[in-house]
């Protein structure tokens, strides 16, 4: 099971950092993906990392604002969001796939199995 956390109501040009926990699975078995669903949109791709930490992937619209990372140690991966927008406003959602990603597979939501609940994100002044 997954959980992801760490959501809230932030100013712009403010940071957050959500993590997601997983319980009853090994994470470092497993690519993780943030994805999330903005009011009215579908939901897309924000990053992805490889089970071992080593390759990382992000969309344009977050790049160079937003940081995947993860410890295997505590079975948790994180999102830091730094810079945040009124764009970014979103519940956000982790899951995990086993497939070994790339820059043409990461953000296509087939390719993962378990989802987390989300965490709602909301960037405001």
């Known amino acids: 099971q997954l959980q992801a956390s760490g959501g809230g109501l932030v100013q712009p040009g403010g940071s957050l950092r959500l993590s997601c926990a997983a319980s009853g699975l090994s994470l470092e078995n497993y690519s993780i993906g943030w994805f999330r669903q903005p009011p009215g949109k579908e939901r897309e791709g924000v990053t992805c990392i490889s089970s071992s930490g080593d390759r990382t992937y992000y969309a344009d619209s977050v790049q160079g604002r937003f940081t995947i990372s993860r410890d295997n140690a505590k079975n948790t991966v994180y999102l830091q969001m730094d810079s945040l927008i009124p764009g970014d406003m979103a519940v956000y959602y982790c899951?995990?796939?086993?497939?070994?990603?790339?820059?043409?597979?990461?953000?296509?939501?087939?390719?993962?199995?378990?989802w987390g609940q989300g965490t709602q994100v909301t960037v405001s002044s």
């Open positions: 899951a995990t796939t086993t497939w070994t990603m790339n820059g043409g597979t990461w953000y296509r939501e087939r390719w993962y199995k378990y």
